[in-house]
């Protein structure tokens, strides 16, 4: 008998090695960084002494608010210094950065200084535009929409099960170890991409010295300078926004529907989990059908889905018709991050991908930051399901903005004239 032959496996590309490596770095330090999330109001009474629950609820949020606008701040320094110096540096920074960080909060003694150690790890930290911006780079065009949805598959997944892991964990031992158990993680992570994540030589344009040579605030007027880009951004920063919206008094809504505040912490973060996790299932899907049928057009649907399903979430009577909307619209948001992440990959050149995602990761922190800002305040001027209806109206006419820039596409992010000629006279 004549055995087949059968066909030898064709070996990973380069390519492949570093977002597979890059993806399970990437859940790894994302469910490091949310861990804390369930317990860092309790870690401030019984550890850090703050007797009062509601003061210790305020120092919370303010260490949550102070983290972001930090990471705002530094996030476009880091993206001008990963174009010059490259992506994996960037992203061991921000990991080993994380690592230190988080050991230090084990032996936290008051909460003044775990607010400092918040806001050093908003400032030094970062690691999605990192990974974005390094994978981004090292994949081939064609793949960028898929390799961008596995990136953020990673991080939604993390961010699910990040702070489940976390609470179980602390219940179980200790506060303090948690903050231990994390840094460790993070440990592995740099360790992965130090390994096995290759980031090739940044091939800059002609015109690289005078790009190099640009200041932060002439980089930064370039990108503003191009519409598309700035659709984009906005996309990216309102998706903060909207998933953060509702979070401060979710579980008041919840305890209205069901007319008892039994449960209602424990139903709010599934609420909340359940987006992340409908979001992680459908990236990798959105990434693959914005590669084979254009960003533009998956971006646009997955806008127009996610916006008009939060309009029916302020016309609910129990929590599972809450819980099966979010779900839905969590599908259509896991399309929306990686197409405008693979629009902004494919406008921008190298040797300014790194500034790039660095000014989307700042405005998309203070999308994140005024999130729960916008919300509290709608729900008390209004009500809670007011609350549903304005975000799906902010998102609704995003979309609408989109279809505008759709039909009218402009081409890749340049200088303006006269910084360019500028610097020509320079060197």
Partial sequence: MIKSKSKPRSKPEAWQITLYASFIAQLLSIVAFNASIPFIPLFIIKDLHVNSQAQAGLWAGGMTAASCLAMAAFSPIWGILADRYGRKSMVLRAMMAGCVLTALMSVCPNVEIMLGLRILQGALTGTVTANVALVASATPKERVGYALGVIQTAVFTGA??????????????????????????????SLIVFFFVHEAPIERPATAPQVVKLTLGEKIHAFFNQKEFLAMVAVLALVQFATSV?????????????????????????????????????????????????????LLISSLGAALLYFPQALVENVWQLLVLRGLMG????????????????????????????LVSSIGALGMSLGPLVGASIA??????????????????????????????TSKVVEPKIITESKKQRL
């Fill in 160 to 189: 699910s099960i990040g702070p489940l892991l976390g609470g179980t964990l602390a219940d179980l031992t200790d506060y303090r170890l948690c903050f231990l158990s994390t840094s460790v993680v993070l440990v592995l992570s």
């Fill in 246 to 298: 509702i979070s401060p008094v979710l579980a008041l809504f919840i305890q209205m529907l069901n007319g008892t505040s039994k449960g209602a912490s424990s139903l709010a973060g599934l609420e909340l989990g359940i987006t992340g996790i409908a979001s992680a299932f459908s990236a990798v899907g959105a990434g693959r059908l914005s590669d084979r049928y254009g960003h533009h057009r998956v």
């Fill in 331 to 358: 599908l259509f948001i896991g399309g929306i991050i990686p197409s405008a992440n693979a629009i902004i990959a494919d406008l921008i050149p190298e040797g300014r991908k790194g500034a790039a995602f660095g």
């Fill in 380 to 409: 008390f001027m209004f009500n809670t399901r007011a609350v549903f209806l304005v975000t799906g109206l902010v998102l609704l006419l995003d979309a609408f903005q989109l279809m505008k820039i759709s039909a009218t596409k």
